[in-house]
Structures are given as structure tokens and as C-alpha cells.
């Protein structure tokens, strides 16, 4: 099993539909982020959530929502994307604190295709 | 402002042959660094890290090299095999941010 865990791995929604990207984490990390990996470009940070509480939200729209119900799970909701929002969605867990954010851990990623 | 590249978007090279991986930083806050491998399919897997405080720093097969005075960062793969292809990152902590900053990643190509 790996150490971080991302369902589903594949999804194709419509521009109405709503739906969630779930994230499990399960090495005892204390930080957990969504990343938003688009082709050819660089991974961009979406949200960051540290104990629990979002300590980052980087510009990213309304239409995503992230919800951290307890440190072991991320989830991100979707709802009204735009096709520009297809990617490659990735999870992430640290163990946050001290001087360095310390070594990701990257789940294999939701790969998202909005119709 | 933040920003971390990669001179070159491809590399190719033969298969036992020596890689270098080039990466520049713009950010002198930057107090720590780490290089990720991406397979076709998969997220992100750590390599290998240094901080800032030093210039170099030895993996298996890898070696990472710091050069703050000209913000560069490179990534050495020794004897370099066909599971090396991948698409490799380099990424930098802002000091005292609690996030890593990506730069756009090299496709490492092995030809044998």
C-alpha cells in the first residue's frame, strides 16, 4: 500500500457535474496539499492544510473546494469547472515544522478531464 | 519574485552515459532544495535534497551540486539506465513558507 493514496484515479465530468477527489495519507504526516499538474507547466500549489487548519490558498477559484477532515484526509471538491481545468491532480503529505517544509510525499494523482 | 526553471525542457542520452539536470533559482531566501522523478503515470518521487548550507551531497548513483552564488542547481545520474527515464523537477523551500516552489521539469530520455 503505498504511503499516500489518491481516489480516483481517473474522472471525466461535465461542466455542470459535482464531484470529489479523495486523498488518504497514511504515514502519520501533519500537512497534507493539493497540487494542480498541467502540461508543461510547472506544479502549481493549490491549497495547504497544516494540523488540520488551510494555511494556503493560493489564488486557486471558488469552484474548488478543499475540505481536511482530520490529518490522514484531503479531499477536494469540484463543482462548475471549466474544460481549462482538466489536469492532473496531485496529493501531497509532509511532516510540517522545523526551518524546512520537509520531503513531499506524492499520491499518484486524480486525472481529471472536464467535457 | 518566485520562480524556479529548467534550462532545458528534454535531455537525451545514451544508456550508461553520465546526466546532468539543470535547474536555476531566482529566490536567495531559498534555504532548501530537492529533486523529484516523475514516471509516466505517477506522482512525484523524491530523490534526493540538500540544503543551502552546503554544495554538494551524495546519493545513490546521484549527486546533487548547489551553486548559490549564480542560484544553480543540478542533478548528476551516474551510469545512467533505462529506468532513469522520467521527468525530473527540482523544487526550492522559501524560508520560513511552508510550501515548495516547482520548477517546469526535464524529460530525461535514455537511448539505448
Known amino acids: 500500500e503505498t504511503g499516500v493514496t489518491q481516489t480516483p484515479r481517473h474522472l471525466v465530468m461535465g461542466m455542470t457535474n459535482k464531484k470529489s477527489l479523495k486523498c488518504e495519507q497514511h504515514?502519520?504526516?501533519?500537512?497534507m496539499y493539493w497540487y494542480k499538474q498541467s502540461a508543461k507547466k510547472p506544479l502549481e500549489l493549490m491549497f495547504v492544510y497544516s494540523l488540520e487548519e488551510r494555511v494556503e490558498n493560493n489564488s486557486v477559484p471558488s469552484r474548488f473546494s478543499p475540505e481536511c477532515p482530520n490529518s490522514s484526509h484531503l479531499f477536494l471538491h469540484l463543482h462548475t469547472l471549466q474544460p481549462e481545468d482538466s489536469a492532473l491532480y496531485l496529493c501531497?503529505?509532509?511532516?510540517?515544522?522545523?526551518?524546512?517544509?520537509?520531503?513531499?510525499?506524492f499520491g499518484e494523482g486524480s486525472r481529471l478531464t472536464v467535457l | 519574485g518566485e520562480s524556479v526553471g529548467l534550462h532545458l525542457p528534454t535531455l537525451s542520452v545514451q544508456e550508461g552515459d553520465n546526466s546532468i539536470i539543470n535547474c536555476a533559482y531566482s529566490n536567495s531566501a531559498s534555504d532548501y532544495f530537492i529533486w523529484y522523478k516523475q514516471e509516466s503515470g505517477k506522482g512525484p518521487q523524491f530523490i534526493i535534497d540538500i540544503r543551502s548550507n552546503m554544495d554538494k551531497r551524495q546519493g545513490q548513483r546521484v549527486t546533487v551540486l548547489l551553486n548559490k552564488t549564480v542560484k544553480h542547481l543540478s542533478l548528476q545520474i551516474a551510469a545512467t539506465q533505462p529506468g532513469d527515464s522520467a521527468v525530473y523537477f527540482c523544487a526550492e523551500n522559501i524560508a520560513g513558507a511552508q510550501k515548495l516552489v516547482f520548477g517546469q521539469g526535464t524529460r530525461l530520455t535514455i537511448n539505448p
Open positions: 504515514l502519520g504526516h501533519n500537512a
Open positions: 501531497a503529505s509532509s511532516q510540517a515544522g522545523g526551518p524546512y517544509t520537509g520531503e513531499l510525499f
